[in-house]
């Protein structure tokens, strides 16, 4: 039976196609070497599509914003986190749309709508640090879920919505095209996907799970080094070959399937400071180890 991964359809997952290589170099298939069948589905919506996946059975694993799988194991409690896959924090573009003349600095998004691709999504709780970040009131915060990258397209030119969080180098087309403007940045201040596993699945498969992490990460660090990935990067997601460039000297994968306690918990203490969250469970409540 083959495992249902998920993540979204960015540059950060490219290695998980590389090592499923069913296009662009058949022969390879890492993981049917080793006796696997893994199933990728895509989830534009991002970590709030792919939480309910999980919540409802129909996604096996998925690849998740920290703080998003942290919230909702803590509020539903069907999933773990079993590894780090991104080590390097997430670099989040601070949006407002091109023609929006009234915004053109992060200060003036306050008591502004955010557009969201859907509540508990990283765009979603990423405003919350930023409001805390800036000293605004969180209880002002006002919302409008937008599905995806293309529904904020649509609101932030319409002017349904006036910020937009999403990482900065997958919307640097829509700045450079003119759709977006970029008013500030915001890292997150930890490492920026992990990977979680239904509570199902690390009872029946935990060793098939195992294996198939090994791979991906094996892969992630051959991508790292490879010369030739930035124009692969460029070529597949349409970024210019210099901010490709610039984005894989950034990036970081986790090299071993392991996740930092210590960091989870500091993930749980601030969504609980933001109100997100209204109790701290024990770390192994979170994580597990396989």
């Known amino acids: 039976m083959a495992l249902r991964v998920g993540g979204v359809p960015e540059h950060f997952n490219l290695p998980w196609q590389l090592a499923r290589q069913v296009e662009m170099r058949p022969e390879r298939k890492l993981f049917e070497q080793e006796g696997l069948q893994v199933e990728w589905k895509d989830f534009p919506g991002g970590t709030g599509a792919m939480t309910k996946a999980l919540n409802d059975g129909e996604a096996d694993v998925c690849v998740l914003l920290t703080e998003g799988i942290v919230k909702d194991i803590v509020c539903n409690k069907k999933s773990k986190i079993v590894s780090t896959f991104v080590s390097s924090p997430l670099c989040w573009g601070i949006h407002t749309g091109a023609k929006q003349q009234d915004v053109t600095a992060v200060k003036d998004l306050n008591e502004k709508i955010w557009a969201i691709s859907r ?160 109790e701290i469970p024990d770390v192994s409540e979170i994580v597990k180890d396989i």
């Open 119 to 278: 509540f508990t999504s990283g765009s979603h709780l990423m405003a919350f640090v930023l409001a805390k970040q800036e000293g605004w009131d969180t209880a002002s915060l006002k919302f409008k879920t937008v599905g995806d990258i293309k529904g904020a397209q649509e609101a932030l030119t319409d002017g349904s919505a006036n910020g937009f969080l999403w990482e900065k180098f997958m919307t640097k087309p829509l700045v450079d095209g003119g759709v977006f403007r970029r008013v500030g940045e915001i890292p997150t201040p930890w490492p920026c996907f992990v990977i979680a596993v239904r509570n199902e699945i690390l009872q029946e498969r935990s060793a098939d799970v195992r294996k198939m992490i090994d791979i991906v990460q094996k892969v992630c660090q051959e991508f790292k080094a490879d010369e030739t990935s930035p124009a692969l990067v460029a070529q597949t997601f349409e970024h210019k070959y210099e901010d490709a460039c610039e984005w894989m000297k950034s990036v970081e994968w986790s090299s071993a399937c392991q996740t930092d306690r210590e960091m989870i918990l500091k993930v749980a203490h601030t969504l609980a400071e933001l109100n997100i969250i209204q």
